[in-house]
C-alpha cells in the first residue's frame, strides 16, 4: 500500500544552520507531495506541495523537490530560525480519497 | 486562522463515557477529514466525508462513528473510552476530495484540535 517514511528525529540545530529532514514514499500512479508543519499548541498547516515530478515546492525558506526517480521529497532550508522550531509533516495524496502522512518530525533550533 | 473551527477545546471524561466533538468547515469546503494525534501513534487518518457522504475510512475503532450534516459541520462520537482514546483529534477541511492522479494537490486546512483525556 502507499506509505510515507520521514527521518526520526528530534533533530537540533543551531540557528542559521542548514537543514534536512528526508521523506520518501512508496505510491502506485503519481501522487501529489505536501510538507506541512505545527507549532506547538496548533493544528497543522501547509508549507509546500508539489504536483508532479521535478516540481519544486517552496514557501518561507523552505523547499523540496519532488524526485520522483528517488521517490523522495526532502524538506530543506539553508538557514534556519528559532522560529523554525516546530514539528514537520510530510504527507502524500494518491487520490484515494484520504491523504497519508509520515509520522512527523521534531525540529528544534537553538540561540 | 485556518478557518476551521472545533469544540470543545478540551475535554476531560472517565472511561467507559461517550462524548461527542464538532467541526465546523473553511466555508465553501465540503470535504471534512477526521485525526487522531497521540504521542505514540504520530498523526492518524480516521475517517472522511464529501457533501454529507462517507468517502474514506481510516483506522477507525468501530467504538468511534462520525457524521457530516446537510450544513456541512461534522461530528466525531467516541463511545466506550478508554485511557488509550487520549489524544488530540483535529479536524481539516479541503475544497474537494483528495485529487485524482495527477491532478491539482487540494490544501487541508487544519482546526485547533480538541484535546481528550481520559481518566
Known amino acids: 500500500g502507499n506509505s510515507v517514511t520521514q527521518m526520526e528525529g528530534p533533530v537540533t540545530l543551531s540557528e542559521e544552520a542548514f537543514l534536512t529532514i528526508n521523506c520518501t514514499y512508496t505510491a502506485t500512479g503519481y501522487p501529489s507531495l505536501f510538507w506541512y508543519v505545527q507549532y506547538p499548541g496548533e493544528g497543522l498547516q501547509l508549507l509546500l506541495k508539489a504536483t508532479k515530478a521535478d516540481d519544486k515546492g517552496s514557501n518561507k525558506g523552505f523547499e523540496a523537490t519532488y524526485r520522483k526517480e528517488t521517490t523522495s521529497f526532502h524538506l530543506e532550508k539553508g538557514s534556519v530560525q528559532v522560529s523554525d522550531s516546530a514539528v514537520y509533516f510530510c504527507?502524500?495524496?494518491?487520490?484515494?480519497?484520504?491523504?497519508?502522512f509520515g509520522t512527523g518530525t521534531r525540529l528544534k533550533v537553538l540561540a | 486562522d485556518s478557518g476551521v473551527t472545533q469544540t470543545p477545546k478540551h475535554l476531560i471524561t472517565a472511561t467507559g463515557q461517550r462524548v461527542t466533538l464538532r467541526c465546523s468547515p473553511r466555508s465553501g469546503d465540503l470535504s471534512v477529514y477526521w485525526y487522531q494525534q497521540s504521542l505514540d501513534q504520530g498523526l492518524q487518518f480516521l475517517i472522511q466525508y464529501y457533501n454529507g457522504e462517507e468517502r474514506a475510512k481510516g483506522n477507525i475503532l468501530e467504538r468511534f462513528s462520525a457524521q457530516q450534516f446537510p450544513d456541512l459541520h461534522s461530528e466525531l462520537n467516541l463511545s466506550s473510552l478508554e485511557l488509550g482514546d487520549s489524544a488530540l483529534y483535529f479536524c481539516?477541511?479541503?475544497?474537494?476530495?483528495?485529487?485524482?492522479?495527477?491532478?491539482?494537490?487540494?490544501?487541508?486546512?487544519f482546526g485547533p484540535g480538541t484535546r481528550l483525556t481520559v481518566t
Open positions: 504527507a502524500l495524496d494518491s487520490g484515494t480519497y484520504k491523504y497519508i
Open positions: 481539516a477541511s479541503s475544497t474537494h476530495p483528495s485529487a485524482a492522479s495527477g491532478g491539482a494537490a487540494y490544501e487541508q486546512y
